[in-house]
């Protein structure tokens, strides 16, 4: 009896054996891992992470793709990062490519530690989950019904200046805007009081510390602490979510005061509304898309405004022609920002040559072709800004600072993506929008600057930031010695 156990025991051995060498045998001759597209996998494991962190925080992430695109191939070369192995599909036709096979080719995907942080948002949504989620969010982030809340931010802008800009000889611009975008959020999203926001803050900034790390859920490793900061987070919105059912039911809220009530009174097109834990994550999701977001934008402007001065001129003169056809003290509205182009023209050139957002990844669906190299299934593929944004032939004189790119048909299609674009382009453009430049107009009116540091250094960790939070010498503008509104909101 034994010895046939044991004869049995070796045939199983055997035919497990044969099935895992036809396996690999069959995987190595797949056509798709054949043909790949040139490039190098670096070290074991770690790939090319340690270069690509290297030049990220040197703030010139677009050495290392065009390094790469001249060595390999222009069109899409292959890298390792962060343990996995990726194709960089480069130029507005890899950007076109992957922009528009959401869902035939290639799916969204996020690293690990962000899914699992957001496990109920949009981020971890794919097909028509997706879509219908996007819809949800954007019938309150478009363009329609955001222009209600253009008084209301420029009510915010005006207080935050007035608290942490007035009065004051120096200030270190990065930490600071933090305190305008989050409390802007927060406001529009939440109806969340100022006095509870620095506790909100306060949690964010850890959650926004594991965000991008090992998703090790272990005491003492980032990403635990962001796990422990986000279940504190959702404590908070679920109390205030509760409350809200009950003002809305007692009629006490109103269904259009802000992005929560909004989502409680709004279904799909089938009649499905999003569940709480649903809502509370997407929240919680556009809480950290746009934080550092708009931050680094306006961070990036306020330093070039600082180096360059006739821009500066040209950008105040926009605005006090706003500010001269209103009545004194009166709130800014949706029909003013739309008169903020050349202001708008500014911040897109900015946003070419700094993007605060290197770019974004998708993931391979099934195995396809691409500029006839073959493409594996499950294969993680990377756009990036640093691939066109500084292309000669697409912008000329790409270094040069000049907002008149924008004007009449701007930039080649997919040559300019700091949004990214397709269906899983960026939800809160227009959001970004209004609150950069309300906060443009406000403070090009009341302070002119200069840079306390010369050249100081922008980073990627991962969006762009100053290396020194930019510190800037503030000169009170002589030309309007009272321009704050006497209509403040609160
Ligand atoms: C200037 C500021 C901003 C820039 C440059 C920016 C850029 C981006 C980029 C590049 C993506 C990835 C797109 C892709 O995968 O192709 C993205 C996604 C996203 N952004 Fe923004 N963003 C900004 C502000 C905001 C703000 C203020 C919000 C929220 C109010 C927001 C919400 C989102 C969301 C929810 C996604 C995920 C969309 C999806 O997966 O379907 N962003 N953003």
């Not at 034994?2 to 036809?22: D, Y």
């Not at 600071?176 to 975008?181: A, V």
């Not at 920002?337 to 202001?343: I, L, R, W």
């Not at 701007?410 to 899983?424: I, L, M």
Request: with cysteine.
């Amino acid at each position: 009896m034994e010895e046939v156990a044991k004869l049995l025991a070796v045939l199983a051995l055997f035919v497990l054996s044969l099935h895992f060498i036809t396996k690999f045998l069959k995987l190595r001759n797949r056509p798709s891992l054949r043909h790949l597209p040139p490039g190098a996998s670096g070290w074991p494991v770690v790939g090319e992470t340690f270069e690509f962190r290297k030049r990220s925080l040197e703030g010139s992430p677009t050495r290392f793709i065009q390094e790469r695109m001249d060595k390999y191939d222009s069109r899409v070369f292959k890298t390792s990062l962060f343990g996995s192995l990726l194709a960089v599909l480069c130029g507005p036709a890899g950007h076109k490519f992957l922009f528009s096979n959401e869902n035939k080719n290639v799916q969204v995907w996020w690293p690990g530690s962000v899914r699992k942080l957001m496990s109920q948002s949009l981020v971890s949504r794919v097909g028509d989950e997706a879509k219908m989620t996007r819809k949800l969010l954007l019938s309150f982030l478009n363009a329609e019904t955001l222009r209600n809340f253009v008084p209301k931010m420029d009510s915010i802008a005006q207080r935050h200046i007035k608290t942490h800009w007035e009065g004051k000889v120096q200030v270190l611009v990065y930490p600071i805007i933090q305190l305008y975008t989050f409390e802007l959020a927060c406001c529009l999203f939440l109806s969340i009081e100022d006095s509870q926001v620095p506790n909100l803050s306060s949690l964010f900034d850890v959650f926004l510390k594991g965000i991008i790390a090992f998703p090790i859920n272990l005491p003492g490793a980032r990403f635990h602490r962001a796990m422990k900061a986000a279940d504190a987070i959702r404590k908070e919105i679920k109390m205030i979510l509760k409350k809200r059912k009950v003002n809305l039911e007692e009629k006490r809220a109103s269904p259009t005061q802000d992005l929560l009530s909004h989502l409680l009174v709004t279904s799909d097109a089938n009649g499905r509304f999003l569940s709480d834990m649903e809502i509370i994550d997407n929240i919680l999701l556009l809480l950290f898309a746009g934080h550092d977001t708009s931050r680094s934008v306006i961070s990036s402007v306020m330093n070039y405004l600082g180096q360059l001065p006739q821009v500066y001129e040209l950008v105040l003169k926009e605005q006090l022609e706003i500010s001269q056809g209103k009545e004194e003290g009166e709130l800014l509205r949706w029909e003013d920002v739309q008169k903020m182009k050349y202001t708008w023209n500014v911040v897109s050139e900015v946003m070419r040559l700094s993007p605060p957002v290197r770019g974004a990844y998708r993931e391979a669906i099934k195995d396809f072709t691409y500029a006839d190299y073959n493409i594996p299934k499950g294969w993680k593929l990377l756009w990036n800004t640093g691939s066109s944004h500084k292309d000669p032939t697409l912008f000329s004189n790409p270094e040069n600072f000049d907002p008149s790119r924008f004007e009449g048909e701007g930039p080649v299609p997919f040559s300019y993506v700091p949004f990214g674009g397709g269906p899983r382009m960026c939800l809160g453009q227009e959001f970004a929008r209004l609150e950069i430049l309300v906060f443009m107009h406000n403070i090009v009116k009341r302070f002119k600057w200069n840079l306390v540091l010369h050249d100081e250094k922008f980073k990627y960790d991962p969006l762009l930031e100053p290396e020194k939070g930019l510190p800037i010498q503030l000169q009170p503008s002589p030309l309007l010695p009272n321009t704050f509104s006497r209509h403040i909101i609160h």
